[in-house]
C-alpha cells in the first residue's frame, strides 16, 4: 500500500495539507492574490447565502442581522487572505479557534444584551451558521491553494527538466562527425608514422577537456568558452595545416573574463565559421574571434571568416542554421531581448557574426 492509499486519521482532529510551503517555494509559485474569477464565484455566493439569511430574519431583526454578517464576512476574509498567502494546517487551526472564541463571546454578549425569545434564538442560529460556513470556507481556501501551489511547483518542475534537456542536447556541441574525422586522420598518421600525430592528440585531448563543461553547466565564463574555442581551432589547424589560420583576441578584463554565457554559444558560431566560411577556401581559410567590452555592462564577440559570405541578403549561411537557431534560443533564455545575435557581410568579403549580450558574472549554482 502506498502512502497516496493510507488513510490520514490525524485529518479528523487537525485538518489541512501536511506539507508546509518554504517561502522560496510561495514566492516561485506566486499568486499571492486570489484571482478574480476565484473572488468572484466567492463574493457571489456569499451574497446567495446572506440574501436566504436576511429574507428568513424576523421582523425587525434584519438590520442587526445584516451588521453581524457584514462583521463576520470582514472577519473571515481577512483570515482567508491570511490561509491564502500561508495554506498550512497549523493557521488553518489556529483561525478556527479564533472563529470559534468569536462565536462564543458573540453567544454571551447576545445573551446578555437581548431578551430570551424567538429572535435571540434565531440569531444564534444564524450567527452559528454564518460563523461554521467561514470554517468550511477556510478549509476549503487552505486545501485549495495548497494543491493549487503544489501543483504549479510540478508545472515549473517539470518545464525546468524540460528546459534542462532541451539545454543538453543544444550544448552537446562536439560533433560526431568532428570527432571520427580528427580520430580517422589520427589512425592513418599511426599507422604512416607520421609525425602530425602526436600533435593532433595534444590538441584533441585539450579539445574534449575545455569542452567537458559543455554537458555539466548550464552557464559558463567566456574565458573557459574560449580556451574551448582555441583547443577546436587548434584541432582544426593539426588536420588543415596551412589551409588554416586562427587568432582568438580578447581584452585582458577580469570582468570580460569571467562573463556568464550558456555553454558552446561561441563555439558553436566559430565551428559554423571554420566549416562553412574558411572551409570553403581551397587556397587557404581564416578565422578571428575577437571579444571585448561594448559600452557600460555589455559584450560582444565577433567571428570572422574569409568564405563566401552569409548570402547575398546577409542572411545565416544554411548549412548550421540548427545550430544558430539553438545559440539564438539560448541566448535569449539566458538575457531575454538584451542578447543579440547578428550575421552580416563585411566590405572585405567573408561573413562576420557577432554576438553581444548584457555582462554579469557566472551564479555559483551554475557552476
Not at 559558463?220 to 583576441?249: H, I, N
Amino acid at each position: 500500500m502506498t502512502s497516496d492509499d493510507r488513510i490520514d486519521w490525524s485529518q479528523l482532529w487537525y485538518p489541512g495539507p501536511r506539507r508546509v510551503f518554504s517561502d522560496a517555494e510561495m514566492a516561485r509559485a506566486g499568486g499571492d492574490r486570489p484571482s478574480r474569477t476565484f473572488t468572484v464565484v466567492l463574493a457571489v455566493n456569499l451574497a446567495v447565502f446572506a440574501q436566504a439569511l436576511l429574507f428568513n430574519a424576523p421582523q425587525g431583526q434584519g438590520a442587526r442581522l445584516l451588521g453581524i454578517l457584514v462583521a463576520i464576512f470582514v472577519g473571515a476574509y481577512q483570515g482567508g487572505m491570511m490561509l491564502w498567502r500561508r495554506p498550512t494546517r497549523r493557521l488553518l487551526m489556529q483561525l478556527s479557534f479564533a472563529v470559534l472564541a468569536v462565536y462564543a463571546a458573540f453567544a454571551l454578549g447576545l445573551k446578555w444584551r437581548m431578551a430570551a425569545g424567538p429572535d435571540r434564538l434565531w440569531l444564534f442560529y444564524a450567527a452559528a451558521t454564518a460563523f461554521a460556513a467561514s470554517l468550511i470556507g477556510f478549509w476549503f481556501v487552505t486545501v485549495f491553494r495548497a494543491q493549487q501551489i503544489e501543483a504549479r511547483l510540478r508545472e515549473l518542475d517539470e518545464r525546468d527538466r524540460a528546459v534542462a534537456l532541451a539545454r543538453q542536447l543544444a550544448t552537446a556541441q562536439v560533433k560526431p562527425h568532428f570527432v571520427f574525422n580528427t580520430l580517422a586522420s589520427m589512425q592513418h598518421w599511426v599507422d604512416t608514422g607520421d609525425a602530425r600525430a602526436a600533435p593532433l592528440l595534444r590538441s584533441l585531448t585539450g579539445y574534449l577537456r575545455a569542452t567537458l563543461p559543455l554537458f555539466e553547466r548550464t552557464e559558463l565564463s567566456l574565458a573557459d568558452e574560449l580556451e574551448a574555442v582555441r583547443r577546436y581551432l587548434e584541432v582544426m589547424q593539426a588536420r588543415w595545416g596551412a589551409r588554416l589560420s586562427w587568432s582568438v583576441q580578447a581584452e585582458d578584463d577580469a570582468l570580460l573574463r569571467e562573463a556568464a554565457l550558456p555553454p558552446g554559444a561561441v563555439l558553436t558560431l566559430v565551428e559554423n565559421a571554420v566549416e562553412h566560411g574558411a572551409g570553403a577556401r581551397l587556397s587557404g581559410g581564416a578565422v578571428t574571434v575577437t571579444a571585448r567590452r561594448q559600452g557600460p555592462g555589455r559584450l560582444a564577440v565577433e567571428i570572422l571568416d574569409n568564405g563566401p559570405g552569409c548570402g547575398a541578403t546577409g542572411a545565416e549561411p544554411g548549412p548550421g542554421q540548427l545550430g544558430l537557431a539553438n545559440t539564438r534560443a539560448r541566448m535569449a533564455q539566458a538575457f531575454g531581448e538584451a542578447a543579440q545575435l547578428t550575421h552580416t557581410n563585411p566590405p572585405e568579403g567573408g561573413c562576420l557574426a557577432r554576438l553581444e549580450w548584457p555582462c554579469r558574472p557566472v551564479t555559483p549554482a551554475a557552476s
